[in-house]
């Protein structure tokens, strides 16, 4: 089950829209500091997939990056965005895979049997999604959002099991859990969850 996700080159298109729909609302709002006209200013990343998220190796992918064109305020809004989980090098979608095999499995080498990633890795965002994303406003927020709330325990798997039984499709939970973590991935667009709109 888990061990077969595969994400391709179609669903990492499917994000890239996303992403693209994403800037244009945040765009359409101007410089969330003075107000002024949003230009973008993309950078390339060169994120790492593993074994599972194929299609975001097919070149480097750009950052979407807006910069504002007001004299005197030039500062930056990068928009949430549903490939990226802010500077990590691998995209959302292969953190998420890794530690939800880790946590079914309750072992890192496993998710790395699985996913092509170093169990260390691996460990790290677990902790990161149990202590530093588990800890953040948005999730406090967010969570609430939810009935039952999903524990912190339960992290990231719970949330996928949430929104792919709802879905009745795993990669469409997939898209959808990384909707609703996509606010948390910026710190310069304040309340960015009204930007996020996932299918």
């Known amino acids: 089950m888990l061990h077969e996700v595969v994400v391709g080159g179609k669903f990492w298109k499917q994000l890239i829209e996303i992403d693209e729909q994403i800037a244009s609302r945040v765009a359409a709002r101007g410089c969330p500091h003075c107000g002024g006209r949003l230009h973008r200013g993309d950078y390339i990343r060169k994120p790492r997939g593993g074994l599972v998220a194929l299609g975001a190796e097919e070149g480097a992918a750009r950052r979407i990056s807006l910069c504002c064109d007001r004299e005197g305020c030039r500062r930056r809004a990068l928009p949430p965005s549903v490939r990226f989980l802010g500077r990590k090098v691998y995209v959302g979608a292969a953190i998420v895979i890794a530690c939800v095999i880790a946590q079914v499995s309750a072992t890192a080498a496993t998710a790395r049997r699985a996913s092509g990633i170093a169990p260390r890795t691996v460990r790290r965002w677990s902790r990161w ?67 996020v709109r996932v299918p």
Do not use: I, N
């Open 129 to 195: 999604w149990r202590k530093g994303y588990a800890q953040s406003p948005h999730f406090a927020e967010a969570r609430a959002r939810l009935m039952p709330p999903v524990e912190v325990s339960e992290l990231p798997g719970g949330l996928w099991a949430r929104f792919a039984t709802h879905a009745g499709d795993a990669l469409v939970g997939l898209a959808r859990l990384l909707g609703f973590v996509a606010p948390s991935t910026t710190a310069s667009v304040p309340d960015g969850s009204r930007f």
